[in-house]
């Protein structure tokens, strides 16, 4: 038998153990050793080790990492819940991200933003990446994937950029890289982020046997956006345009990047988020992203009109 592949949270908490004993980095963070380690995404190491708490004032946070990231200590810094974003960034886009530019001191970090839904309110729930989309100086990344995480901590040793990272605990399970899924005459193409990979694969797998084309191009990074050729050749061809996915609010990153691609193709571009409403506790209150079932929806009635 081989050897069983690691899930994202076992390379994660690989990654980190790596920063922190091997190339003497710091990760820091809110009730990071509290039990459960951050969905086990951390290693069982402390202060000592490099692991640091810090204080449950959210705004504080931000401006702990910048500091040590100025100091060379190259942090990865956790935001636990991606809509505390908002109150994790004001440091973290306003000097971090312009740092470089303004004063040619770079500001080395990885931010580790975490991801999820499903009754959990109206403040921490949700993916936020659009929050650091608009800032110049930063890039974004959305990894889904053992081999997609291990990239992009490989970029951010090798370069002096603020890296935001933009995680999603439903992936953590999974061992399997995502491959687009292309056709040469593809009826409709999706551009999915995040969460919601997982999703737009099931839908153009059923769709295929109902007849139906969906080419799947899977969106890593996020800023900068720079479609392949193929993608772009994909979209083109596509009989009835295509969709951007996300499970952040559509005013954002999703409709940039529907832009961008209308822009280079002249295909018709739609974008699907989250609702344009608050969250609640309550299922029936929740603001979840696209299921594979209104993926299906949207294809067929798209594709059916044309």
Not at 73 to 82: E, F
Not at 272 to 301: E, H, M
């Amino acid at each position: 038998m081989g050897e069983k592949s690691p899930t994202l949270r076992e390379v994660i908490k690989e990654t980190v153990r790596h920063h922190l004993t091997v190339e003497k980095g710091v990760a820091l963070g809110q009730c990071l050793t509290a039990v459960g380690w951050v969905g086990g995404t951390l290693p069982e190491l402390y202060e000592d080790d490099g692991m640091v708490e810090v204080s449950m004032a959210d705004v504080a946070g931000g401006g702990f990492a910048v500091g040590m990231a100025l100091a060379g200590r190259r942090p990865i810094y956790v935001i636990r819940y991606q809509g505390l974003n908002w109150l994790n960034a004001p440091s973290i886009v306003n000097y971090a991200c312009k740092s470089k530019e303004l004063w040619r001191r770079p500001c080395p970090m990885f931010v580790r933003s975490i991801g999820m839904e499903g009754a959990i309110g109206p403040v921490a729930g949700s993916s936020h990446h659009s929050l650091f989309f608009r800032m110049p100086g930063v890039k974004i990344l959305s990894p889904m994937t053992p081999g997609e995480y291990r990239t992009a901590y490989r970029e951010f040793m090798a370069e002096d950029e603020v890296y935001c990272v933009s995680e999603h605990r439903g992936s953590y399970t999974n061992t399997e890289e995502l491959p687009d899924v292309l056709h040469d005459a593809p009826d409709f193409a999706l551009f999915p982020i995040s969460i919601c990979r997982f999703a737009a694969r099931q839908a153009a797998e059923e769709l295929l046997a109902e007849g139906i084309r969906v080419a799947v191009h899977h969106v890593f990074r996020l800023k900068p956006f720079a479609p392949s050729r193929e993608a772009l050749a994909s979209v083109g061809r596509a009989r009835a345009g295509g969709c951007v996915l996300d499970d952040d609010y559509v005013d954002g990153v999703a409709k940039a990047l529907a832009h961008d691609l209308s822009a280079a193709t002249g295909a018709r571009m739609r974008v699907l988020g989250l609702q344009d409403r608050t969250a609640g506790f309550a299922a029936r209150v929740d603001n979840l992203p696209p299921s594979k079932d209104q993926i299906k929806a949207l294809v067929r009635d798209t594709v059916g009109k044309r």
